[in-house]
């Protein structure tokens, strides 16, 4: 059995009180949406909180909705950060706007982990790593690691970095199709786009300063964008990606492509934004897209021993997964 | 901590720290023993219960995040003189060996089909993707699912 730690538990109603409860506990406090990150994560000694604030019960972090364009922004799918991912998974709206978020959404673990965690828990996911998501016992008999306990890497030896695989299904989705985050703390509030929120540093790879909590989630929608998510996992549930690519597609008036983005996680601890598909030049043909695109991620993308499974396998993979989301992404009416 | 829910359709009164673990709640000052703890990270499913209709993993849920909500376990979808449907239909259909992954495969089952009344094989296995058995090999499980799912049926018990 492994229990939870004593600590101390608020449950505030509002996003004002969360706020200024975290301002007062600082960093011996973390937010607790779904927990079934965080939870397992303090079982494990690796995250030691004093204090855990609930935000379960707050009403402004739900709704999943259409925005309508304004001067400033195109009509955007707003999707609050308490939202389940089931809820995601299986809402209309986002399969019809942006299917590559709520195909991540459906992917991430089983039904049950769907039901309890959140969008939100899904964006701030710690990073992972086979050296990192151990019980005590196991990293204390391998000599922990920089990411907890320790002053070695076992991923890259002789490494002052940690490069802990950025896990999360929703993140490369989210990059991939231009969404912006909410951010509220006791300084503001702030917007930060996806693709800027994440950082290469696998202790913490994301910009969120402590006692901020990420509001909602906005992405522009357009009639004719396509996208889609693809996951390389062992079994065909319950696990994290081996891999997880989002691909999204723009097509001009005549049905030209006019636009890609490929975006390829579980790597390190950022989620990669392959160059050769921002490369790709309007009106290219299709078939060429995909054959480039599938190559160039091969040589972009070097999956590394930060999670089970040969890293020469996980590379040769690479491009049969970009492939797989282009093909779909480029297919869709 | 005073926490009040409800559990099988009865108001219960606990006063426990709020973070321990719905599942000790449960098998401990509940007396509900059913519901059973496998891998106590979220792996496995053995624990599952109902929180307020969805399968949640009751090794992951602090007790404190149930107050004023409804939860139910294997328990409350029968009792060994009237078993559900779907208890019934793991038992002549052996989708029960040594048992442990049981009760969480049954109330996993049953939000299945709280939601999905007629599931096609392929939902039922979705369904139950978040629930390991090292005994079945899942097929009987699937049949036993498959069956309950037509005497719930007939009995005009699927919509719920
Ligand atoms: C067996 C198992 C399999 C899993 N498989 C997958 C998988 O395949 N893919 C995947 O992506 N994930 C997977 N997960 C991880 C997890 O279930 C999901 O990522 C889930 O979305 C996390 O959300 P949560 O609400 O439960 O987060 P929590 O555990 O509550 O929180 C996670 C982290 O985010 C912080 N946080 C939460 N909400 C906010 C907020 N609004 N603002 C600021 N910080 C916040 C918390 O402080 C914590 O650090 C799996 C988990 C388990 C146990
Ligand atoms: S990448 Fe290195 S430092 Fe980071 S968790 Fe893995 S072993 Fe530890
Ligand atoms: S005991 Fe809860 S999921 Fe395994
Ligand atoms: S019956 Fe033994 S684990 Fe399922």
Redesign the interface.
Known sequence: ????P??D?H?PRTLAEAVALLATLGDRARV?AG??DL??NM??GLVEPDH?V?I?RIEELRGLALAPATASAPERLVVGAGVRL?ELADSLLARRVAPALAEAAASV?????R??GTLGGNVCLDTRCRYYNQTHFWRKALGYCLKKDGTACHVVKGGQNCVAAASNDTAPALVALGADLEILGAAGARTVAARDFYTADGLRNTVLAPGEIVVRVALPVAVRRRSAFEKLRRR???DFPLLSVAAVVDRDEAGAIARVDVVVSALGARPRRLRAAQDVAPGSDPAVVIASVAAAARRECKPLTNLDEDAEWRRDMVPVVVKRALVRALAQG | ?KVTLTVNGSHRELDV?????LI?ALRGPLGLTGTK?GC????C?AC?VL?DG????S????V??C?GRSVTTVEGLGSIDHLAPLQRMFVDHGGAQCGICTPGMLV?AE?LLRRTPKPTEAEIR??L????CRCTGYQRIVESVKAAAELRGDRGEGAA
């Open positions: 059995m492994l229990p939870l004593v600590f538990y449950r607790l927990g079934t939870l397992p079982k494990h855990l609930s379960g089931g673990g089983g039904p049950h982990h039901a309890m065909g549930a319950i | 901590m720290p709020p973070l321990m673990r000790d703890e106590a990270e979220g792996e499913g599952t929180l969805d399968p949640v993993c090794c992951l849920v602090p404190g995040q107050a996993a939000a979705e369904g993707a978040g629930n390991l």
